[in-house]
């Protein structure tokens, strides 16, 4: 055997030189085709989520939500205080701290609920605050990305699969609403709105969020579904030029088959990562506006708001002001995160 | 009803409007294109990439809406523009099929193989049972060679070659008279083209298909068909029996397309002149007046330049569209 052969000294490859020829036989056919045996069969779903908990960022954000939500959804039940209740004499708590009254009270053997990020200048509980604050802002964002998906998805699907004229026409509105200005839209939509709604919804839960968040969602459902259908469209675009659209159309499949068996389940992974990655945006507009005062009204706090409120003491009570802001952060960065996670695992040009 | 030939195309014009600039004007893709396939037979089409091979496929089979022209298959018209027929083709889907060029974009990746193969018996119900389906597209799998355990497996985990032998499955799943094969081998490796050509005469034989064999090699149309069509810039050169084109070809367009043919005998490699082409394919929306070819041929005449050459027959159907005799 030719010396050149010889095992490198850190290499798992089998030293031939220590082999005759004569030792080795022929492949039966049988073994041929036991090499032909495939890899196990994973479907496109499967192999995207194998991906997708490999990737240890999109992991932790998973953990992260996972865990504010189960704080969201069971803090207040354990919490003896609500986000509205002022707890007389216990004003401007730093965190962890008691009141004189409620030292009083431990004095006496009687148990308190530890204030855990201290209270409000008014004395409401602040942990609890930020609880529903978080609530507020995870539930607009959700349902901001709902209402932008339902209209985004059918204008977007329509627009691309008809094509031609249709889809000229569709996609210059788009263009249209696409310029127009949309904070200045949902201002003054929710200055008029604030005039003319709200004696209509007084006793409503709706009353509780108030006319602002009303006018956000009027605009998120009205400006912001464009990217989703430019976006959708696009994708319809492309996956009609796929020679299997024609294949099915060869064969004689319906129209409405052809959407739903070809072409929708291709647009799936598109539609999964923009709607994760429009929560974290909406949750941002919607702090955003609350910072500015356009936000719920009080007493429903949301994260902006909270901060807003924040400003006033911020250099005696600088933990207001952390607190809602990083739980802004945190939920933003791990919905972003878990995003560009799935979409890493759902695009199969980028993950080979 | 039967009748001599399977399919009939006459004078089929197929524009596609596109936009040049800020006007939309018409991309002659297939410009008066007409010939005929008998039960049985093997039609090779041949002609360099965006020539119009595809769109010729594509329109008879009615996934293009046809500019002008007729189409008959099978004694019945499915497409006459002077006497406004434009039949539904619902029920022709199940005789007249595809198969497609590229083995990747034609498979649904978001489909198992037993999906893919099942649609076109789901569509046209072909089947009383579940059991009835399945067995069915057992029995497809087993034709074209696939291993029947592989039936709920994705189309991505499948090699060049065996996506092919998929897409052939489920062209063959409706039972059809006539396939149209456009480049069904150029995507795949030498080694398998033959195996899958092979496949192509062997269910050919056992089903009594007819095709439209498309290709942009010679060889690998000269081995399976009966005749060969040459197709240059949406136009009809040349059709012939096989040994007849390639030991006689008579359009100066078919004469350089053989001669850059490796011939195997080094003998005859010697004696035969080489003619090499000169100049690009024109773009289809600049087509030259008269012949299409006279800007790269080499007995272009000023009649070239004026006339469309007309298509006609040099003895034992032998079509030729040139002035040159
Ligand atoms: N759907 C279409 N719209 C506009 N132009 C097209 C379309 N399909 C094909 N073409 C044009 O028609 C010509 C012929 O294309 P094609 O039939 O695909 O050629 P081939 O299959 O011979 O390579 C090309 O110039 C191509 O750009
Ligand atoms: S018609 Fe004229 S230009 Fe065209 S191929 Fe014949 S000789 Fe050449
Ligand atoms: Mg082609």
Known sequence: MNENLKKAPFSAQINLSKFNMQDFEKATDEEKRQQEVMGESTTFFKDSMRRLRKNPLAMLSIVILALLLLVIIFAPLVIPYGYADIVKGTANLHPMEYSTSELKQIANGESVFPHLFGTDSLGRDYFIRVVYGARVSLGVGIFASILVLAIGMLYGSISGYLGGKVDLVMMRIVDIIYSLPDMLLIILLAVVLNETLTPLIEGTILAKLGTNMIALFIVFGLLYWVGMARLIRGQILTIKQNEYVLAAQCIGTSTARTIRRHILPNCLSVIIITTALQIPSAIFTESYLSFLGLGVSAPMPSLGSLANDARAGMMTYPERLLFPAFAICLIVLALNLLGDGLRDAFDPKLSK | ?325
């Not at chain 2, 996506?163 to 480049?183: H, N």
């Open chain 2, 1 to 325: 009803m039967s009748s001599e030939y399977i399919l009939e195309v006459e004078h089929l014009k197929q524009y596609f409007p596109v936009k040049n600039g800020f006007r939309t004007v018409p991309l002659k893709a297939v410009d008066d294109i007409s010939f005929s396939i008998k039960p049985g037979e093997t039609l090779g089409l041949v002609g360099e990439s965006g020539c119009g091979k595809t769109t010729v496929g594509r329109t008879l089979l009615r996934l293009y809406q046809p500019t002008s022209g007729r189409i008959v298959f099978d004694g019945d018209v499915l497409f006459d523009s002077e006497n406004k027929i434009d039949v539904k083709m619902q029920p022709y889907r199940k005789q007249m099929q595809m198969v497609f060029q590229d083995p990747y974009s034609s498979l649904n990746p978001r489909m198992t193989v037993e999906d893919i193969i099942g649609e076109p018996l789901d569509v046209h119900k072909l089947y009383s049972s579940k059991g009835e389906r399945h067995d069915k597209i057992i029995e497809l799998m087993e034709t074209v060679g696939l291993n029947a355990e592989h039936a709920t497996r994705y189309a991505h985990e499948f090699s060049g070659g065996q996506r092919q032998r998929i897409g052939i499955a489920r062209a063959l799943a409706v039972d059809p008279k006539f396939i149209v094969c456009d480049e069904p081998v150029s995507a795949l490796d030498v080694s398998i083209q033959a195996q899958v050509v092979n496949m192509f005469e062997d269910l050919q034989k056992q089903r009594g298909l007819s095709y439209l064999f498309i290709a942009h090699d010679l060889l690998v149309v000269q081995h399976i068909s009966d005749r060969i069509a040459v197709m240059y810039l949406g136009h009809m050169m040349e059709i012939a029996e096989s040994d007849e084109l390639m030991d006689n070809p008579i359009h100066p367009y078919t004469q350089s397309l053989l001669s850059a043919v490796p011939i195997p005998d080094p003998e005859t490699a010697r004696k035969s002149q080489r003619i090499i082409l000169e100049g690009d394919v024109p773009s289809p929306l600049k087509m030259p007046s008269g012949c299409p070819f006279r800007t790269r041929c080499r007995y272009a005449t000023e009649q070239c330049a004026r006339e469309m050459p007309p298509f006609t027959d040099r003895g034992n159907g032998h079509m030729v569209a040139c002035w040159n005799k």
